[in-house]
């Protein structure tokens, strides 16, 4: 893990590094006011040499949590932001209440799947037809988190 990554929550002023991440890492990227539309406690930014290196979008639902979106800056990746933003986002759920965590993944990404499950997270099912541009199926993947659980 990178010790210059520094979490906090995100605000009105990120929303444009963050959909400039969208566009560039998601082949159909959410719009401007869906991130607005999700801006919450549980909505979190990496930064790192003062930019934005990746978000995390999450929402708790009675004991559910879910992962909305996660997504880290192509020259920002494999230096431990994906595993810093994922643990303190599922630790944030599991203080709202969450005992498990759910998520979707297109079933092409091997390297998100493989992120998943090295993180902990279990597939569970499949949803037909989820994702557009292109066209394809989503993977549903699950975490149970205990109530004393820590981020690593």
Request: charged share 30%; glycine share 8%.
């Amino acid at each position: 893990m990178d010790s210059r990554c520094l979490i906090r929550l995100a605000t009105a002023a990120d929303l444009p590094a963050m959909v400039a991440i969208e566009r560039a890492v998601f082949s159909d990227p959410w719009t401007a006011s869906a991130f607005q539309a999700l801006m919450g406690p549980s909505s979190l930014v990496a930064i790192m040499d003062g930019e934005i290196a990746g978000y995390v979008f999450a929402r708790v639902l009675a004991d559910e949590g879910e992962i909305l979106n996660l997504a880290v800056r192509a020259e920002r990746r494999g230096q431990g932001v994906g595993r810093r933003l994922l643990d303190c986002s599922v630790d944030q759920l599991r203080k709202d209440g969450a005992r498990t965590v759910y998520l979707e993944v297109r079933a092409s990404n091997d390297t998100g799947q493989a992120f998943y499950r090295r993180m902990g997270f279990e597939e569970i099912g499949r949803r037909r037809g989820y994702y557009d541009k292109p066209h394809e199926d989503a993977l549903v993947f699950a975490r149970r988190i205990a109530i004393s659980e820590r981020p690593a």
